[in-house]
């Protein structure tokens, strides 16, 4: 009877309204009946209702926010989308290409390709996420004691003990502590646990920065040349200008504190008003690792000039030569004297890189030093519209900087795992950065650091000529002939930026060591095809 009642309700009220709007066309539906209206189940219309034409569409890529187009991130662009769709007609029908795998060489995805989890993380992070195991008797035969205790220590620095619940919005308390202390052994500085924000990896980081800096089109970003595509992308997304700075390929990737006086000089003189300037450290694309006195020329600069320095150290565990290693940009500044209040510094970190590589569980960090405790309180404010970051995440990142010690029961195999893993990352980083150096026309430093390689491509002026007739840039024209011919899918140099006439790609160090004796075969044939087809 009430569903008789409420269905006859609802049909007498959208008679009344029917007939109030032939009078009142231009009267709105009354909220209260909006939001009956709304909650009652599809009625049946007269004909010359449901009959009317749907509207015209109203959002176009030409009404978008114009900053959503102009921003690219080349590592998931055209070449990619290309490789999915090629992957895709491989399982379809695996004879429909001359290969029969994409060889993904395009982004820094470690696990994607095989490399496996370090089995003390994981084992944590399952304990946190199901507690009710760890009283079980099963449990002390299938974890190891101290990821047992390590999870308990965790549940413990947890309100409720609950991994699905919101986190204070810089991130639990206890985990802040444990990174300030990883960052403290590692530095031999203090670290201060309310100076650390976690965040969904360092991504969400970077972006943070930028909004609070940026202002409009007339302020600048110092970034290098090459880029990884996050700081460009971004930039533009937050209507800001990206002010480049070029780095030194003759020297190794070298950054010349001269060049960056040059365009900051440059872009004071268009009206522009620098705000910072990032540094990769180890690089990407260009994987180098800068020296420290070159470290204490960029602090310096920074400190004359007035600039925050956003330092991305995301790689700061993948070094592969004796000759160099990583110091942390908060290190530098504090070793010169600079004290938290001298020079606006953010460190940058995550769990997506390293040995690690998990980065689909989004972990990270910003260090944030040298900023005004009302600054700070923006920086807060932004951090706290995203509620909180991931706690899997938040937990990881905890555990990166504070992995299992000498005398731990998972020590040993944490370090067999860690070392195999640096190792192998080694080997490979050398095996292709030697194959890609015996090819005509190619030269490519050596992998000093991070996940990549960035070797530089003479083309002949025919390819050159016949990528101007697809409208494609040079070494995009390469790339999509490289996929198409063998399946190996790497990022045209262009999508990174490079000095003009230059043609570059990146390539990552990441497909397991047996698939990059398949990966060396396949470039080299190509190559040698390439250059022969091509040939002036």
Same mark, same amino acid.
């Given at each position: 009877?009430?569903?008789?009642?409420?269905?006859?309700?609802?049909?007498?009220?959208?008679?009344?309204?029917?007939?109030?709007?032939?009078?009142?066309?231009?009267?709105?539906?009354?909220?209260?009946?909006?939001?009956?209206?709304?909650?009652?189940? =599809? +009625?049946?219309?007269?004909? %010359?209702?449901? &009959? $009317? @034409?749907?509207?015209?569409?109203?959002?176009?890529?030409?009404? !978008?926010?114009?900053?959503?187009?102009?921003?690219?991130?080349?590592?998931?662009?055209?070449?990619?989308?290309?490789?999915?769709?090629?992957?895709?007609?491989?399982?379809?029908?695996?004879?429909?290409?001359?290969?029969?795998?994409?060889?993904?060489?395009?982004?820094?995805?470690?696990?994607?390709?095989?490399?496996?989890?370090?089995?003390?993380?994981?084992?944590?992070? =399952? +304990?946190?996420?199901?507690? %009710?195991?760890? &009283? $079980? @008797?099963?449990?002390?035969?299938?974890?190891?004691?101290?990821? !047992?205790?390590?999870?308990?220590?965790?549940?413990?620095?947890?309100?409720?003990?609950?991994?699905?619940?919101?986190?204070?919005?810089?991130?639990?308390?206890?985990?802040?502590?444990?990174?300030?202390?990883?960052?403290?052994?590692?530095?031999?500085?203090?670290?201060?646990?309310?100076?650390?924000?976690?965040?969904?990896?360092?991504?969400?980081?970077?972006?943070?920065?930028?909004?609070?800096?940026?202002? %409009?089109?007339? &302020?600048?970003?110092?970034?290098?040349?090459?880029?990884?595509?996050?700081?460009?992308?971004?930039?533009?997304?937050?209507?800001?200008?990206?002010?480049?700075?070029?780095?030194?390929?003759?020297?190794?990737?070298?950054?010349?504190?001269?060049?960056?006086?040059?365009?900051?000089?440059?872009?004071?003189?268009?009206?522009?008003?620098?705000?910072?300037?990032?540094?990769?450290?180890?690089?990407?694309?260009?994987?180098?690792?800068?020296?420290?006195?070159?470290?204490?020329?960029?602090?310096?600069?920074?400190?004359?000039?007035?600039?925050?320095?956003?330092?991305?150290?995301?790689?700061?565990?993948?070094?592969?030569?004796?000759?160099?290693?990583?110091?942390?940009?908060?290190?530098?500044?504090?070793?010169?004297?600079?004290?938290?209040?001298?020079?606006?510094?953010?460190?940058?970190?995550?769990?997506?890189?390293?040995?690690?590589?998990?980065?689909?569980?989004?972990?990270?960090?910003?260090?944030?030093?040298?900023?005004?405790?009302?600054?700070?309180?923006?920086?807060?404010?932004?951090?706290?519209?995203?509620?909180?970051?991931?706690?899997?995440?938040?937990?990881?990142?905890?555990?990166?900087?504070?992995?299992?010690?000498?005398?731990?029961?998972?020590?040993?195999?944490?370090?067999?795992?860690?070392?195999?893993?640096?190792?192998?990352?080694?080997?490979?980083?050398?095996?292709?950065?030697?194959?890609?150096?015996?090819?005509?026309?190619?030269?490519?430093?050596?992998?000093?650091?991070?996940?990549?390689?960035?070797?530089?491509?003479?083309?002949?002026?025919?390819?050159?000529?016949?990528?101007?007739?697809?409208?494609?840039?040079?070494?995009?024209?390469?790339?999509?002939?490289?996929?198409?011919?063998?399946?190996?899918?790497?990022?045209?140099?262009?999508?990174?930026?490079?000095?003009?006439?230059?043609?570059?790609?990146?390539?990552?160090?990441?497909?397991?060591?047996?698939?990059?004796?398949?990966?060396?075969?396949?470039?080299?044939?190509?190559?040698?095809?390439?250059?022969?087809?091509?040939?002036?």
């Amino acid at each position: 009877m009430r569903r008789f009642v409420s269905g006859r309700l609802r049909s007498l009220v959208v008679h009344s309204l029917q007939t109030k709007q032939q009078i009142r066309p231009q009267q709105q539906t009354p909220l209260f009946l909006s939001r009956f209206l709304s909650a009652a189940p =599809a +009625l049946d219309f007269p004909s %010359s209702m449901a &009959d $009317k @034409s749907p509207s015209p569409l109203t959002v176009t890529v030409g009404n !978008i926010n114009p900053k959503v187009v102009k921003c690219e991130y080349a590592v998931r662009g055209e070449i990619v989308i290309l490789a999915g769709k090629i992957q895709e007609e491989l399982k379809a029908n695996p004879d429909s290409h001359p290969f029969d795998e994409i060889l993904y060489c395009n982004i820094g995805n470690p696990q994607s390709l095989g490399q496996q989890p370090i089995t003390y993380f994981r084992e944590v992070l =399952a +304990l946190c996420d199901h507690p %009710s195991i760890l &009283d $079980k @008797s099963e449990t002390q035969g299938l974890f190891s004691a101290d990821s !047992i205790e390590r999870a308990w220590e965790v549940l413990d620095q947890i309100p409720g003990r609950a991994t699905g619940a919101y986190s204070h919005s810089q991130g639990i308390k206890g985990l802040r502590d444990t990174i300030a202390a990883g960052i403290e052994a590692r530095d031999g500085y203090p670290a201060d646990p309310n100076d650390l924000f976690l965040t969904d990896g360092a991504s969400p980081a970077v972006h943070m920065m930028l909004t609070l800096l940026l202002r %409009s089109e007339k &302020d600048g970003i110092l970034c290098p040349i090459p880029q990884y595509p996050l700081y460009s992308a971004s930039i533009a997304l937050h209507g800001g200008t990206l002010v480049p700075y070029y780095l030194d390929e003759a020297s190794g990737w070298g950054l010349e504190i001269s060049d960056l006086k040059k365009q900051l000089e440059d872009a004071k003189s268009k009206g522009v008003s620098v705000r910072a300037l990032v540094v990769i450290n180890p690089g990407n694309p260009t994987g180098q690792v800068l020296a420290e006195d070159n470290q204490r020329q960029i602090v310096e600069f920074c400190k004359q000039e007035g600039l925050v320095l956003l330092a991305d150290e995301v790689y700061q565990e993948n070094i592969y030569v004796p000759d160099k290693e990583f110091h942390s940009f908060k290190k530098v500044a504090r070793s010169m004297g600079y004290g938290e209040t001298d020079i606006p510094l953010v460190s940058f970190q995550s769990v997506s890189k390293g040995y690690y590589g998990e980065c689909g569980k989004r972990g990270g960090y910003m260090e944030v030093t040298g900023f005004s405790p009302e600054v700070r309180e923006q920086i807060y404010k932004m951090a706290s519209v995203n509620l909180c970051s991931n706690i899997s995440g938040q937990i990881l990142a905890s555990l990166v900087m504070s992995p299992p010690k000498v005398g731990d029961e998972s020590y040993e195999l944490y370090l067999s795992e860690k070392n195999g893993i640096l190792s192998s990352l080694k080997r490979r980083a050398k095996t292709l950065e030697n194959a890609l150096n015996s090819l005509e026309g190619v030269t490519c430093n050596r992998a000093e650091g991070a996940m990549y390689l960035f070797p530089r491509i003479d083309l002949p002026q025919k390819a050159i000529k016949a990528a101007e007739a697809e409208k494609t840039a040079p070494d995009a024209f390469y790339c999509k002939r490289l996929l198409n011919a063998t399946g190996i899918v790497v990022v045209p140099g262009s999508g990174f930026g490079q000095v003009p006439g230059t043609w570059h790609f990146r390539c990552t160090i990441l497909p397991q060591e047996d698939k990059i004796p398949a990966i060396v075969n396949r470039l080299t044939d190509f190559h040698k095809k390439f250059m022969d087809e091509f040939r002036d």
